[in-house]
């Protein structure tokens, strides 16, 4: 071997590692700003790692059919970005499914921020010519006349809040209870309370007060913070109370003593406020009295395990029960009908009469999740809230007061026979775990349609963030 060839031949092993080495660097650095990973039934990126649990799925040929929900996807970034886009091409085999998802958001609460994928409600009234449309950005009106030329003029001069229903849309309504006396002093309006609720609540010129008894089971690992945020009928922020947990036990499994929390604000005008209680799973208010004789909580509340039956009223045109919990299997009894919850994880439903007239719900122990279209509340004369109805998958497309209707929502598109639904999250303030995200997709239907599956054929995460060209322009700007 002559000098020629023994030079190239070194050349050759020299660049070798050198090809490799940037190989890895251009995957690491991602020069473009955006990296795509996409899983399938028949192929997974390394970067998508898992899809849980795995027993609320099967494998049906080249798609996964979800059998419960939700399910919890775990994203690894190879790189700081600024937002991530997920995209899902999908098939519902119910008109009534409501399908979004999740990112973990991070800071002193770690919990998922849901957003619209598709909502089969809305896309059917859209296709329904007896709605007129407007759409204004990521905004869409539908209405049952011509009153409205714009979304600006709507929101200067709304309707009834009994003629509206909303989808990912806050629509504010001052409310005047001419009538209300503020009991001057603390009563108890629920106990055995789990993680996060939301609820409304009435004040008469007044600060709201409250005494929390609760207790941290330090299941999770994670810190247990506390958060409440009292917002008025503009949805602006009047007051916060943050606890900040400083125990050493999490993951134990060893729960707490008993604690003890007082809230007082500053003195609020008279009207309807809406009470955030921030938690994790961890933490259950044992019990809770504040002021306000009015207090009724909205959309899913998770009630603790406890060994007493409990009583509640609601004003909803329908009821659903889960439970994880075998102390949570239960008949559960809603005006003159029973629900039967006789299976952990699955969810039932009951259609109601209780919106004009308010019904009473028993409850023999705890343990079980329930969600009402409208107003819970442990009193019977505690029921305070807006009449405006929320668009899940028991709302009644054929309701003769909702001539309004206004969503914060993109419609998905349709390819083949499936549908493509797309939604963004910041990165800005994701909690992120050793390089990993977690994406949380929940669907929702009525029990005897949601049973019938939802079928994915595909997943797309694309980060998004600064390229290499965009980040030297700034570096040397």
Not at 2 to 10: C, D, F, S, V
Not at 155 to 161: G, L
Not at 251 to 274: C, H, R, V, W
Not at 290 to 312: E, H, I, Q
């Amino acid at each position: 071997m002559n000098h020629r060839h023994i030079l190239i031949l070194r050349l050759i092993l020299w660049s070798i590692p050198t090809v490799i080495l940037g190989i890895v660097l251009w995957h690491i650095v991602i020069p473009s700003g955006r990296a795509l990973y996409t899983w399938t039934a028949d192929k997974q990126s390394d970067q998508l790692e898992k899809i849980s649990p795995a027993e609320r799925f099967v494998k049906d040929g080249s798609t996964y059919v979800i059998k419960q929900s939700p399910l919890y996807l775990t994203v690894r970034s190879p790189r700081p970005f600024n937002k991530v886009k997920l995209t899902v091409k999908y098939k519902n085999l119910g008109d009534s499914l409501i399908f979004e998802s999740g990112l973990m958001a991070g800071g002193k609460l770690k919990n998922y921020r849901l957003q619209p994928l598709s909502n089969e409600l809305i896309n059917n009234l859209m296709n329904d010519k007896t709605w007129n449309q407007i759409i204004d950005g990521d905004t869409i009106l539908l209405t049952k006349n011509k009153k409205y030329k714009d979304l600006a003029s709507f929101k200067k001069n709304p309707p009834a809040a009994k003629n509206v229903a909303v989808y990912n849309y806050d629509f504010f309504e001052k409310i005047r209870l001419a009538t209300y006396r503020s009991p001057n002093k603390l009563i108890v309006n629920a106990e055995g309370l789990l993680g996060k609720w939301q609820a409304y609540t009435y004040l008469k010129n007044e600060p709201f007060r409250a005494r929390i008894l609760a207790t941290d089971f330090n299941n999770d690992l994670d810190r247990d913070n506390l958060r409440l945020v009292i917002r008025d009928s503009q949805n602006k922020v009047v007051y916060t109370f943050d606890h900040l947990d400083g125990n050493d036990k999490e993951g134990s499994g060893e729960e707490n003593a008993q604690e003890e929390f007082t809230i007082t604000s500053d003195k609020l005008p008279e009207g309807m406020y809406k009470l955030e209680w921030q938690a994790g799973n961890d933490w259950v208010v044992d019990k809770l009295s504040t002021n306000s004789s009015k207090v009724s909580f909205v959309g899913t509340l998770r009630l603790a395990a406890l060994a007493k039956p409990l009583t509640a009223w609601i004003k909803s045109p329908n009821f659903t029960a889960q439970t994880t919990d075998p102390r949570g299997l239960q008949l559960i009894s809603v005006a003159n009908d029973v629900l039967n919850v006789s299976e952990i994880y699955k969810q039932y439903s009951l259609p109601v009469n209780c919106q004009a007239k308010a019904c009473e719900v028993g409850f023999k122990q705890g343990a079980v999740q329930v969600s009402v279209n409208g107003l819970l509340s442990f009193s019977a004369d505690g029921l305070v809230g807006p009449e405006v109805k929320k668009i899940n998958s028991w709302f009644d497309v054929s309701d003769a007061d909702v001539k309004y209707i206004v969503a914060k929502y993109q419609k998905p598109t349709n390819v083949d026979d499936y549908k493509v639904a797309t939604t963004e999250f910041s990165l800005q303030d994701a909690y992120k775990e050793n390089g990993r995200y977690s994406i949380m997709l929940s669907a929702e239907g009525r029990a005897n349609e949601f049973s019938q599956g939802l079928e994915i054929k595909e997943i797309k995460v694309e980060f998004i963030g600064t390229s290499l060209m965009d980040y030297l322009k700034r570096l040397f700007d």
